[in-house]
């Protein structure tokens, strides 16, 4: 008799159908997309169901009951917002972190990025801990052998969870995705000094900053701005790339983190396969792309030499990560320089310099004391993905979120000025396919415009939605090329930004010479549902249909450069939605006005002021 897996919300669905063998329930996924429900008919948000103006196309809305069926019990944090049902699953970039974290009573939802983790994970993980003994792993006593056995188990569990046969993969548990990176910077530059030879290191435009920083530990590298110069590279066999002689790394995201488009994965077979004028490695960051797509590391045509990435953006918890090795690629790493305890089978010390490492790659590389207790969350955290999401967790969170990013795109990209002009320009390269989950994830960055086709700053569409319980993600996003290739920023400007005052994740901050520091950014998690997606659209359009353009008062005059606008930046705020927003202009770097100074310095200080006070009022209950 087959055995049935039965999990959440698995009743409302099997009645559309009995299927039990796993492929019969791909078959169920598939036949799920071709039926098409205008969800507006079934939203339960009230909000949503009032002045849309824009136009929201039809939207299967079985995948969005099924979480609905477990949400409200599962994701409790979600149910202390001012709208019912509502959160959209996105954070400000380099924002305070106050402005977001609940006290008791508070009204806000903790603030959550990618994913959030279930209440039945956070029960399971206590009774866990209360009802065992476990010590550091590193000892021989019981309770650190228990801690070592489920370690080993969890990281195999883990390896499987992304098809990756233990064989032939090993996995280094990490702080985050950004200390996997960096190892492997390391211990590449480690490789690259002991034979000898310089390191070349490429990475694709839409790396994220902990893949750019890897530059720093390289002899030599390059910034491919386009995929095509990407193909242009491995079609060329490596020319433009390593040298004879050279060791190179080659890194890129698997999904950009700004625009949530999808990079090729088959890149990676393929510079194995065609680069040959010198040897090169694959780094895939799977930081962003894991959360809500299935990694499949199952195909040697399509893996990379080294994947990065953080637990915590796919299950909401425990804040780790890990590298994922192909052992074929583990020389590189062993060459590591550094030891530390736990990675060494002897060392001399006192009088002499002589150590041995350990033999296995995550023994090697995993120094001091593992954070065991997070791992044996990770392995719950694994299983409860599984009860609430199916047998195929990530095949149902990627069409999933894959369908509610298209109804982003959809409900943004149709909103209207009265005057016919877009409310909303969203950023991603032409020919982006919202819906089509290999080539985009459920990210969307967009700005918003008012009725004279002026930007209305991000921060301040971020500070609008949290009054609101929506939780949105603005700045930078740590994301240097998107800023460059969609905000149009060149590295002379930001030079000259930098001198004249300006930091990323500087609120104050939100445009310089005329140009956006930052956009706006809606990133779906497995537990968000359409009506969530309603909610936040209703709100753009509730809150920015036919916004007026903002007062630009004189520009004061400068003490020191005669370049006023150039030197000068836009703070804006908005104290109620009502009212009209209040802007002002200063100068930045070490210069004074000299006339319009006492008005000036008063909008400053009152928009300061302003924002202070909306802060603290979401703060209360
Ligand atoms: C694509 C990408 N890479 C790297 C990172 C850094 O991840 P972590 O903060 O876990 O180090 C992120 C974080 O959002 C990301 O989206």
Known sequence: MPVTQHYEGQSRLESLGRLSTKHDRHQRHDSLLSYRANSRTTSRSSSTESTHRCTVRTYDNRFSERVAAFRDREYPQLNGTNLAQLIIVIVLAHMSQAEFISTPGARWSVCIEESLYAKSLVRVYAA????????????????????????????????????????????????????????????MHDYATSNNTPLWYGFHRDAHTSLVGVREMASNHRCFTSDAQVEDWINGRGIGGAEPGQLGLFAFPGQSNMTGRRLPLAWCGRIRRNVYKAPVYTLLDAAALAST?????????TTPDFVALSFYKIFGMPDIGALIVHKAAKHVLMKRRFF????????????????????????????????????????????????????????????????????????????????????????????????????????????VRDVSGQLVTHKDVEVAANREGIFVRSGSLCNPGGMATYLKWQGDDLRRAHAAGYRCGNVEMQTVYGKATGVVRVSIGPMNTAADIHAFIDFIERHYFDHQPIRQPSPPMLLKDNDR?????????????????????????????????????????????????????????
């Not at 550091?136 to 883990?158: D, F, I, L, Y």
């Not at 233990?166 to 995705?177: G, M, Q, S, V, Y």
């Open 565 to 621: 606008e150039a030197h000068s930046i836009r703070a804006v705020t908005h104290p109620t939605k009502d009212t009209r927003p209040i802007s002002s202009r200063r100068p930045i770097g070490a210069t004074k006005p000299i006339d319009d100074r006492q008005r000036w310095a008063g909008d400053w200080e009152m928009a300061l002021a302003i924002r202070t006070h909306l802060q603290a009022a979401a703060q209360k209950p």
């Open 128 to 187: 866990d801990l209360i009802g065992n003994l476990y010590g550091n792993p590193h000892s021989e006593n019981t309770p650190a052998a228990a801690a070592g056995q489920r370690v080993e188990q969890v990281r195999e569990k883990a390896l499987r969870f992304f098809n990756a046969d233990p064989k032939e993969w090993d996995l280094i548990f990490t702080a985050n995705a950004t200390a996997s990176i960096k190892l492997v910077g390391e211990c």
């Open 340 to 447: 530390g305890g736990g990675t060494v089978d002897v060392v001399v010390a006192v009088d002499g310099s002589w150590h041995t490492g350990k033999e296995t790659l995550h023994d090697r590389l995993e120094a001091g004391t593992l954070p065991f207790h997070e791992i044996i969350a990770l392995g719950h955290a694994i299983d409860v993905h599984d009860r609430l999401y199916g047998p195929d967790p990530m095949k149902f969170i990627s069409n999933h979120t894959s369908r509610l990013g298209k109804l982003v795109f959809d409900g943004l990209s149709t909103l209207r000025h009265s005057n016919g002009e877009p409310m909303v320009e969203i950023y991603n390269e032409s020919g982006t396919v919202y819906g089509d989950s290999s080539r985009q994830g459920a990210t969307i960055a967009f700005s």
């Open 293 to 301: 797509a299935e990694l499949d590391l199952s195909d040697p045509t």
